[in-house]
């Protein structure tokens, strides 16, 4: 029987929270005990809880993703996502600094218990951008070799038995 990945590449909030729990890959049960997501520096510390994994692998900085939690039934891809980093991280706490700004931030009142999430998603596109872009900015005849229009060829310089 093979073993499971250390770490799922399905986006944040893609699969269910016990299978995150059992892999060490979410921060569960949270709550907020201060919430500064409107400042101009957006920043909320949560507090863990006794349903907290205290093993969860969290380093600092990286792409997380922070979500309501409901229930272990219920896709956290039905509520909104925030994207942060974590910035502090302590035994009993966790702060993370939100990407943006939140103007209207009833949400952070609306739920008890938030989920702090590995994101994934973040890395994938930042990857395949910067693919796009090394591609655009090659020479011409490179472009034209990686997309199939040149056919491969032996180069001028080389003789066959090189």
């Not at 499971?4 to 979410?26: A, H, N, T, V």
């Not at 700004?101 to 938030?114: A, E, M, S």
């Not at 596109?125 to 199939?148: C, I, P, V």
Request: charged share 20%.
């Amino acid at each position: 029987m093979a073993s499971k990945p250390s770490m799922d590449r399905r986006p944040c909030g893609s699969i269910l929270s016990s299978e995150k729990q059992e892999r060490f890959e979410i921060l569960s049960h949270l709550t907020i005990v201060d919430n500064r997501a409107g400042a101009d520096e957006a920043i909320i510390r949560f507090a863990r809880s006794e349903q907290t994994n205290p093993l969860a692998n969290f380093p600092h900085g990286g792409y997380r993703g922070v979500v309501p939690f409901v229930n272990e039934e219920q896709s956290p891809l039905r509520n909104q996502l925030f994207k942060c980093s974590i910035i502090e991280l302590s035994a009993s706490t966790v702060t993370v600094s939100l990407r943006s700004r939140q103007f209207n931030d009833q949400i952070f009142q609306d739920y008890t218990w938030w989920n702090l999430e590995h994101d994934l998603m973040d890395n994938s596109f930042t990857a395949q951008y910067r693919g796009l872009y090394d591609l655009a900015s090659s020479s011409t005849h490179k472009r034209r070799l990686l997309l199939g229009v040149t056919a491969p060829a032996m180069p001028l310089e080389l003789s066959p038995k090189q």
